[in-house]
């Protein structure tokens, strides 16, 4: 239970929470309140095995890259401000978003920036780019035994050479883009939030 | 100074004489004399007042409460196969090799993001959140001062709670463990007349109604006439320890479990000598076949008394139903479901073990306001032709989900300290593959 969770959480933090996020109070609240009850070290902080506890997370094929997107490089440990500014990442794109100043930074739910999620949960040593040992790497999380190697080996090179535009037989960001400029990524990448 | 301790000793006197005259011999026949009734009502419309206060001044001060009652996420109840083919849709369908595009990771992304904010299983381990205060400190989630009269009366609950209910319950309990060993005891060393086995279910019926008394329970039996019956098996959802005492108010039962040392050895040996309980090594709970040997033997003997077990396993928190064992469903004997639904404004008889050990929880009983539950008896239900165990195992389970208002759930209730088995995402990864190359069907048809 939350108990006295909500209390531990000052006002300033959930404003500027809101302003970097995006989310209403209730909602911080409430998550703030997943948060404690995911935390069962009650440090503050969630590590991997606080993720994995979550039985339909652990057997989501991609689980693990899930949770490795909550911990930003090297680290193994993550506060509330970094699980928020993750999911804010799911947030549907509101309307009145849409027509904001343009000068203003990229909110963390847009578009760009939820295919640029998507793009690093694939690349895997983050250095930019998708080569075809990463993609095989996550086919084969997703697909487990079921397929051998050389169909699982073809599918990977088809998708490059399709998605390859300059190349050096791996895909960049804006590559990554391009493919996917006909999938509705403002729905698909996004859970919705009630209150 | 001697006259003081005399006045203490009459105090006792009366105090005892009145324990005795309002509340043992009450249980021990089994009539009620309306105090517990009386208090409940008072306690029903005390609750009631502080609900509506605290609704009037959240609405003054336009406070917004989160509702926490419902859910945080409204979730596309897709399977994996419309939300992949949705997915899909933007492009065209490649004719050889495999159907993959770099969007499927969407559905699991989301499925996951989904999850980490609200999943089905991990809040079954936790005591369910209350829709009102009901004036324990112990469910209150934002602490806000409402009202000075509120906290008078929340400070005067205190009092009466701490001070008056729980000694008074405390005694009682060990009034009625103590009797209960004694009675066994007594009534163990009868020679096996049919007095014997009369004898001993008063014993044991009274002990439990004194043991009630102890937690201030109020119990609303429903179906009386689907009661089990000897040789059979009686099954019920798993809240706490209590639901022993809860259904043993109502009729005797088999118990089967661990035999343990020290004060819980003393109770389960005075209990064996009565009347035929199973207990169990702990070396020889891991012998499946020795088990059922032991539980068919019991069920076919036709003397002796039903068996109560809990299938699933461990506590869960009263809002759901979690997957049963199959064990006791492959012995072949009659199952009498029973459904419990504790009701939380009272007080939590959820028995969190990670969080409170038996001495915390029981302490923690004693100082709620009462337990008050509703049991419901079903219909016996007996495996039919062709039905497996498993699934005979999860139409009981549907059954008793749906008298009690639980959510029907199939997660094992062992992932509160276990991890959940890899077998369930190889699954999740069969049920891929099969959306990119088809499934074993299309393959072989399609090859030359």
Redesign the interface.
Known sequence: ????A??LLREEEIEEIKKETGFS???I???Y??FT??DKGENGTLGRED?????????????DR?INAFFPEGEDQVNFRGFMRT?AH?RPIEDNEKNKDPTASEPLNSRINKLL??FQ??DLDRDDKISRDELLQ??RM??????SDE??G??AD??IQE?DQNGDNS?SFNE?IK??E????EQ???????? | MEDFWAMVLAGLKVWVCLIVALLMVPAMFGFSLGISETYMKILVKILEWATLRIQTVNKAQQI?K???F??????DDGSMEEELR??RR??PK?PV??D????????????????????????RF??E?LVSWNLLT??????QYISLKLTMVWGLGVFIRYCILTPLRIMLASIGLTWLVIGTTAVGFLPNWRLKSWLSEWVHVMCYRICARGLSCTIHYHNKENRPRKGGICVANHTSPIDIVILCNDGCYAMVGQSHGGLMGVLQRAMARSCPHIWFERADMKDRHLVAKRLRDHVNDKTKLPILIFPEGTCINNTSVMMFKKGCFEIGGTIYPVAIKYDPQFGDAFWNSAKYNMVSYLLRMMTSWAIVCNVWYLPAMHQQEGEDAVQFANRVKSVIAHQGGLVDLS?DGG?KRA??KDI???????K???M??GSEEDRSGNSD
Not at chain 1, 51 to 63: H, W
Not at chain 1, 182 to 185: A, F, G, N, S
Not at chain 1, 188 to 195: A, G, P, V, Y
Not at chain 2, 70 to 75: G, K
Request: with cysteine; proline share 2%; charged share 20%.
């Open positions: 239970m939350g108990s006295r909500s209390s109070h209730s909602q609240t409430r998550l309140s997943r009850s995911l993720f994995q506890r979550i039985p339909e997370l652990a057997i989501n094929p991609l689980g899930i999911l799911f999620f998507a949960l694939y996550v086919l997703m697909v487990g035994v079921n397929i169909q699982l073809s599918i088809r998708t998605a895909i990554f493919v996917l006909k999938v509705d990524v698909k990448m996004s859970i919705r939030f009630l209150h | 917004l989160s509702s926490s419902n859910s945080l996420v409204q979730r949705g997915l933007s492009r490649p090799g495999g993959f595009t770099l969007s499927d990771c969407f559905y699991f992304y989301r499925r996951g993001i989904e999850d980490i904010v609200e999943d089905e299983v991990t809040q936790s005591s959140e112990r469910t209150n989630i934002d602490f997660w992932l991890k959940v369930y995402r190889e699954e999740q990864q069969k891929y593959s099969s990119v190359v």
